[in-house]
């Protein structure tokens, strides 16, 4: 958003030179007001950035200005101007909040870096002042919930990688939200107007991933009977987001450094180069430096991504969170399951706190949902998760199985441990969708095809679901 600024002056030939000069000078918008009260009327219908005021003028002089600036436009910056130049005024100017003063008659040169830093503080102002309403003190800042010292941590890296235009890569393990902190981060950038495009590298097979994101010309293969943009290029302005990127083949990646490198791509059949105006952020649950040790990585690519790393810690880091996710998702999807909102039991609290979440916020959302469909009370307590955790919900087990289990070899116990568990979970989600195993993997926050190789290596039928 063009910057404004507001320059009062009872001098209307210094007015005029000042727009004139200011404007292309410092590509922002000057309008003029000829005295503090013509000033004062224009400011309250427009904001400005930045008020450049004469000290000495008929009528209201710019320090009872600045006084009633103060107390309108809070945040704003103002240079006061003074053709006495004594330290006098300076100081008057300064204690009465100006944030700066300059002397007539004044260098155009020094005036114009006077008024860029004046600009800059009035942005970090507002940037900071759109944060906190961002962050609107429940522990939320752009859906992203938590209070903790661990995602207070990543909100203040957020702020901090948003404000450049540098490539961002973001590590966690699966399910910590790593998409919606490059979501936060494009939120935060000033590329927030333009496209925000995800991609999914690991579900685009490799010859497909490379035409969807370079694009390409026509005839360039058998199908493409037309020239096709690909996603730099949707994303022109914006931000690409490249998810699980650490699954991209060498191939891939040695275009995508380039386009990186260059700030430009080649769309396959193409023999020129396209200039692209994008910003990278990328994320991945994989250990890249290993990878690059076992050469499934490329090294340089990995330097040209981890410019600005941003490591998002797993739930079991800031457990304190997990009341605040649990009553965030019960209203998430409360309406949406029929449901009215229920009130998480203290003792499920505290059971969910205790629970390992090895798939992080995406599993304690699944089990919340799951809370809600089979709650039967009016509050959300540890029995309504018991036939999905099996005993784990309510630490009920019995020591016969501990002595069972305990009596087999580990991968014995591990698997029958674990047929025990989906036994239960599957079969309670197939009953409750009687049978439907597309409507069951989107509870489960499962792939199909994932749910049906589950289903097959337990010998789950979903046919006597659908009979009841």
């Known amino acids: 958003m063009t910057q404004r600024i507001l320059i009062v002056d009872d001098e209307t030939d210094m007015l005029r030179l000042l727009k004139r000069s200011l404007e292309p000078e410092l590509g922002c918008d000057v309008e003029t007001a000829s005295s503090a009260e013509e000033a004062l009327l224009i400011m309250a219908d427009t904001d400005f950035d930045l008020v450049l005021s004469d000290m000495k003028m008929p009528g209201m002089g710019g320090a009872e200005l600045l006084k009633h600036i103060r107390e309108m436009k809070k945040g704003i910056s103002v240079i006061m101007m003074t053709a006495y130049g004594s330290i006098d005024s300076a100081v008057e100017a300064i204690r009465a909040g100006a944030y700066d003063f300059i002397a007539k008659p004044f260098d155009h040169d020094t005036l114009v870096f006077r008024l860029k830093k004046a600009l800059e503080r009035s942005r970090l102002i507002h940037e900071n002042q759109r944060l906190q309403s961002a962050c609107n003190g429940n522990g939320r800042f752009h859906n992203i919930v938590g209070s903790s010292p661990a995602i207070r941590k990543v909100f203040d890296a957020i702020k901090m990688v948003a404000q450049t235009d540098m490539t961002v890569l973001v590590t966690g393990e699966s399910g910590t939200g790593k998409e919606l902190i490059c979501r936060a981060i494009h ?79 080649k769309p396959l059949g193409g023999t020129q180069s396209i200039p692209v105006d994008v910003r990278i952020v990328a994320a991945t649950n994989k250990d890249l430096p290993k990878a690059i040790e076992d050469g499934e990585f490329r090294q340089d690519l990995y330097y040209r991504l981890n410019v600005l790393p941003l490591r998002l810690p797993p739930l079991r880091e800031r457990r304190e969170d997990i009341p605040a996710l649990v009553h965030h998702f019960i209203l998430s999807h409360a309406k949406a399951m029929g449901r009215e909102p229920l009130e998480p039991s203290d003792a499920l609290l505290e059971m969910l706190a205790s629970l390992p979440l090895t798939g992080n916020v995406r599993e304690l959302e699944s089990l919340v949902m799951k809370g809600l469909l089979f709650a039967k009370g009016e509050r959300m307590e540890p029995e309504d998760l018991k036939e999905v955790l099996g005993v784990a919900a309510t630490h009920e087990e019995e020591p016969s199985n501990k002595v069972e289990l305990s009596s087999l070899p580990y991968k014995e116990a591990k698997e029958q441990c674990l047929k025990t568990f989906n036994d239960a979970y599957v079969g309670r989600v197939l009953q409750e969708t009687r049978g439907n195993v597309a409507q069951a993997a989107r509870l489960c926050g499962m792939e199909r095809q994932a749910l049906q190789q589950v289903m097959k290596r337990y010998g789950i039928d979903p046919e006597p679901y659908r009979k009841k």
């Open 187 to 265: 939120a935060q950038s000033e590329r927030k107007d333009g496209p925000f495009i995800p991609v999914n590298c690991p579900t685009v097979p490799e010859q497909i991933l490379e035409s969807e994101l370079f694009g390409y010309k026509k005839g360039a293969f058998t199908h493409a009977s037309s020239d096709r943009k690909g996603l730099f290029q949707a994303a022109s302005g914006g931000t690409l987001f490249l998810d699980e990127i650490g699954e991209i083949s060498p191939a891939i990646q040695s275009k995508l450094l380039r386009a990186i490198q260059e700030k430009e791509i």
